[in-house]
């Protein structure tokens, strides 16, 4: 498996990742359409010290973790979806994307980290606070953080 920024044309190989752990995996009705996100992600994601990595296996993109720069050395962690195939041992995806990640953060300057997850994700909140995250209120989110209707629970992490 291998770690490596999106490419042009990964698009529908990280939409048939997240959009099945969406709607499948959690119920949640949202659609590839509802996320304008997942359909420009070079405008999205790619700008200031942002970033979109996914996890490849073979021709697969099997996990992904995105990074919104949110302006004053802040960032939102977004998009982190891995296959159920690849969670936990031997492959270790999100643990390696999420080092992806955190490796860019400190290299390009960010100072802090900001995520918001469902209630739903129960796997999620154990592994984002086993990786430093403290939980938080949404009234301690940047005012420029990225705010999803379905986000129930918030995270920071201070680099």
Avoid at 29 to 49: C, H, K, N, V, W
Wanted: proline share 8%; charged share 20%.
């Amino acid at each position: 498996m291998e770690i490596r920024p999106y490419r042009a044309g990964d698009e529908s190989g990280i939409a048939a990742l997240i959009v099945p752990i969406q709607q499948e995996e959690f119920g949640i009705p949202i659609s590839y359409e509802d996320q304008p996100d997942l359909r420009d992600i070079p405008g999205f994601y790619l700008t200031g010290a942002g970033q979109f990595w996914v996890a490849v296996e073979g021709e697969a993109i099997v996990g992904s973790i995105a990074l919104k720069d949110i302006g004053g050395g802040a960032a939102a962690l977004r998009k982190m979806f891995v296959a159920p195939s690849h969670r936990g041992q031997p492959h270790r995806a999100a643990a390696r994307l999420l080092a992806a990640l955190l490796s860019h953060a400190r290299e390009v300057g960010l100072t802090s980290l900001y995520l918001g997850t469902t209630a739903k994700f129960l796997a999620a909140h154990r592994f984002y606070e086993k990786s430093g995250f403290s939980p938080i209120t949404p009234d301690e989110l940047p005012p420029t953080f990225p705010r999803m209707a379905v986000d129930t629970r918030f995270y920071f992490l201070s680099l």
